[in-house]
């Protein structure tokens, strides 16, 4: 699905309100990734998501939105046996030639510049404890100014995948109303290449591979993170739908019912299989449950029955849990936000559940009542997005973020490390009136 041609007075307004409460969710994400991080990180970390959403917002005013475009506007396609693929807009650099009136083009250079600063967070949680300040704001310009706007052009501004519509068997072509994809799991491939190319934290895994407890500092800040995510999650949801799906003003409260509602299964259902395999509820895991459970909703929050809502924040929430524990103990992925899990595997699941449970009857008449089945082949058109994710963006984000590595290293020297973020890179910590640890102990 892509931009909607024309939007009424009160869907624009209502449109520019739910895009005003997304900054909201960069802070919930800032201070979810500072709780889970360490003592000595902390003030670092809030200033690298300071710095992260300002060099994302401003890459993409640059050039990224030229990348992305809008629907019907000006592009590059590909030809194969005589159709035209659109793969990349042509539009003007620094948002000129667009109207700043409120028309659906100018609300989607707003929404994708608040949203890309939510992406660039992701990789951040995956990456703390270790990531220099610059190293990653020049990550940042990759992700904002190409990787994201790529994507998002496929999905949301006519590009190829939105245009599967088109073939038989693919029902309405790859849909994401909300960005579980071209945010959530852009956010996490790039999280999954710099938790690789960074490598575990010192004292992460002992001498024989087996990963060591580093629990976050900070569950308050958790906690606060993930109500403010919430709202930003309601207006994030509620914007592209407006925008990229096709729902009206009154959809939007269903929007936001079945965003708090996967949100809640997901982190009920995080904090029930802590609760039965530990003895007790884990407090992380349960925030990334809570998380998950929004970045799974996305995608089909306009077009899903608050029932089924729940079911896939609830599958969302298990998924997490697991993942995060696959991840550590298995692939040897250092994540200590969760990142890689909460915002990719539960983002990937969100896609998929499109094609499950996805109703999509005309605006003002969807869900009313017996909800229509799905439409045919749905499910195949989510395959194929989710493939792209996999096996191009992935390799992509992986390839830019290594060529910057060799001429830019991303990680902090082992002194850095020890003496913690705060310390090496700021000169200050975060909490001067106490004493936060060091990591002698640790076993390398």
Same mark, same amino acid.
């Given at each position: ?7 009424? +007075?009160? /869907? ?22 500072? &709780? ?15 710095? @992260? ?19 019907? =506007? ?7 046996? !005589? ?7 042509? &539009? ?6 667009? +109207? ?24 951040? =949680? ?7 300040? &610059?190293?990653?704001? /020049? ?17 949301? $501004? ?12 693919? &029902?309405?072509?790859?849909? +994401? ?8 799991? %852009? $956010? ?18 002992? %001498?024989? *591979? ?14 606060? $993170? ?19 799906? =096709? ?41 990334? *449950?809570? %998380?998950? !459970? ?19 924040? $609830?599958?969302? =929430? ?14 040897? %992925? +250092? ?17 998929? /559940? ?20 799905? /439409?045919? *082949? ?12 996999? !096996? ?30 705060? @310390? ?21």
């Amino acid at each position: 699905m892509t931009l909607s041609p024309a939007l009424s +007075d009160i /869907a624009a307004l209502l449109c520019l309100l739910s895009i005003l409460l997304v900054p909201v969710a960069v802070a919930g994400l800032s201070l979810i990734n500072t &709780g889970l991080g360490r003592s000595r990180s902390a003030s670092h970390m809030m200033l690298s998501s300071l710095c @992260l959403a300002s060099v994302a917002a401003l890459i993409y005013f640059a050039f990224g939105f030229a990348w992305q475009g809008s629907a019907g =506007g000006p592009s590059y396609q590909f030809f194969i046996n !005589g159709r035209g693929w659109n793969w990349i807009a042509t &539009g003007s650099f620094f948002f000129r030639r667009i +109207d700043l009136d409120g028309s659906p083009a100018s609300l989607a250079a707003l929404l994708g510049m608040v949203s890309v600063a939510l992406a660039a967070l992701i990789p951040l =949680g995956a990456s703390s404890d270790r990531w220099r300040l &610059g190293a990653a704001c /020049a990550s940042t310009v990759l992700l904002a100014g190409w990787t994201f706007p790529l994507f998002a052009h496929w999905v949301w $501004g006519g590009g190829w995948l939105a245009q599967l519509s088109g073939l038989d068997g693919l &029902g309405h072509g790859f849909v +994401d109303a909300g960005g579980s994809s071209a945010i959530q799991v %852009v $956010g996490a491939l790039t999280a999954l290449s710099m938790a690789w190319i960074l490598g575990p934290r010192r004292g992460k895994y002992t %001498v024989e *591979g087996m990963p060591s407890a580093i629990p976050g500092h900070n569950s308050v800040l958790v906690s606060l $993170g993930c109500i403010l995510a919430l709202i930003g999650w309601i207006g994030l949801n509620s914007a592209g739908a407006l925008l990229f799906a =096709g729902a009206t003003p009154g959809t939007t409260v269903r929007i936001a019912m079945n965003t708090f509602l996967s949100a809640a299964a997901a982190g009920l259902m995080a904090a029930a299989i802590t609760r039965v395999r530990f003895a007790k509820p884990d407090a992380s895991l349960t925030a990334n *449950g809570w %998380v998950g !459970g929004l970045a799974a909703s996305s995608a089909a929050c306009a077009f899903v029955v608050p029932a089924e809502a729940v079911v896939i924040g $609830g599958i969302a =929430g298990a998924l997490v849990v697991f993942s995060v524990e696959w991840f550590e103990l298995r692939l040897g %992925v +250092d994540d200590p936000a969760g990142a890689i899990s909460v915002h990719g595997v539960a983002g990937l699941w969100g896609i998929l /559940a499109v094609g499950f449970f996805a109703n999509f009857a005309p605006p003002g008449t969807a869900l009313n009542g017996q909800a229509s089945p799905t /439409a045919s *082949g749905q499910w195949l058109a989510q395959l194929v997005g989710i493939a792209t994710l996999i !096996g191009f963006v992935l390799p992509l984000t992986y390839g830019l973020n290594w060529l910057l590595n060799r001429f830019y290293p991303q990680r902090v020297s082992p002194e850095g490390e020890r003496q913690g973020m705060d @310390l090496y890179e700021l000169g200050a910590g975060a909490y001067p009136d106490f004493m936060t640890h060091g990591d002698d102990f640790s076993q390398r």
